[in-house]
């Protein structure tokens, strides 16, 4: 690990007053380990959860990643990724992309694409570091590079270390400060009412719908009428899918 990179990265980082900031930093470090581009995704659990279209929460960081970006996410390329089942089924090793391909447990449409990233994109080679895989959704960062063979086997035998450690470290950022769960989290959410809000609120107490009157004022029957909206805001998903997905990104704090 280049010790001297992260901790560059590390007072940068921290230092940062806003996500974009603290990104910019992230974008930094990966430029001086030679990756070309780096893309930062947070796909949440709600997605799958609501009948929404909801789309993956990304960020990226040069240009070899912005054209593939924009049709990955139009022709819903994310259905038949390989590293995003990899990552979902429970994966947190590193993914170098060709690595596991030749493993052969890629699905023929899933090799299909890692062809399409690497002959019609210019993308020869990618790694995948997963930093989260649970209840929240999964996330990761991404860098790909236009180096190929020797040079890029020696890229990453002198920069993966240094990767691992200041994508735990971005991550870490991302999921706990104020500023970036603005960014990463709060977009989820549809904008909710005052009286909804109090609904949610009462739901977390684990406490029957009949007594919610006593609490806030607002009549049972009315307050259920609310839930109705609340859980099609969000998809129609159930009512313990919403108070579980409330419950575990802490929102109203």
């Known amino acids: 690990?280049?010790?001297?990179?992260?901790?560059?990265?590390?007072?940068?980082?921290?230092t940062a007053n806003n996500y974009d900031e603290a990104f910019d930093a992230y974008f930094q470090l990966v430029q001086k380990t030679g990756f070309d581009s780096v893309c930062y995704s947070y796909m949440?659990?709600?997605?799958?959860?609501?009948?929404?279209?909801?789309?993956?929460?990304?960020?990226?960081?040069?240009?070899?990643?912005?054209?593939?970006?924009?049709?990955?996410?139009?022709?819903?390329?994310l259905n038949t990724d390989p590293v995003v089942r990899l990552?979902?089924?429970?994966?947190?090793?590193?993914?170098?992309?060709?690595?596991?391909?030749?493993?052969?447990?890629?699905?023929?449409?899933?090799?299909?694409?890692?062809?399409?990233?690497?002959?019609?994109?210019?993308?020869?080679?990618g790694i995948t570091i997963p930093t989260m895989s649970g209840q929240r959704g999964i996330a990761g960062g991404?860098?790909?590079?236009?180096?190929?063979?020797?040079?890029?086997?020696?890229?990453?035998?002198e920069y993966l270390p240094t990767l691992e450690v200041a994508t735990k470290m971005f991550h870490d950022f991302t999921?706990?400060?104020?500023?970036?769960?603005?960014?990463?989290?709060?977009p989820l959410f549809p904008e909710l009412t005052t009286k909804?809000?109090?609904?949610?609120?009462?739901?977390?107490?684990?406490?029957?719908?009949?007594?919610?009157?006593?609490?806030?004022?607002?009549?049972?029957?009315?307050a259920e009428k609310l839930l109705t909206n609340i859980r099609k805001k969000f998809?129609?998903?159930?009512t313990n899918e919403l108070i579980h997905q409330i419950g575990i990104f802490d929102i109203f704090n």
């Open 44 to 77: 949440p659990q709600i997605m799958t959860a609501s009948q929404l279209s909801l789309s993956p929460i990304i960020k990226i960081g040069g240009a070899l990643y912005e054209t593939f970006l924009h049709d990955y996410l139009e022709k819903e390329l």
């Open 175 to 186: 999921i706990s400060h104020p500023q970036s769960l603005n960014t990463f989290v709060l």
């Open 142 to 157: 991404s860098f790909v590079t236009t180096l190929e063979g020797s040079a890029y086997e020696a890229l990453k035998d």
């Open 1 to 14: 690990m280049n010790k001297e990179i992260i901790g560059q990265f590390a007072i940068t980082l921290y």
């Open 87 to 125: 990552i979902k089924n429970g994966k947190t090793e590193t993914i170098d992309w060709w690595e596991e391909a030749q493993k052969g447990d890629f699905t023929e449409n899933e090799y299909a694409q890692l062809e399409l990233i690497k002959n019609h994109y210019g993308i020869p080679n």
């Open 235 to 238: 998809g129609n998903i159930s």
């Open 196 to 222: 909804e809000i109090q609904v949610i609120q009462y739901l977390l107490t684990g406490k029957p719908m009949k007594g919610i009157d006593e609490v806030t004022g607002i009549s049972t029957k009315y």
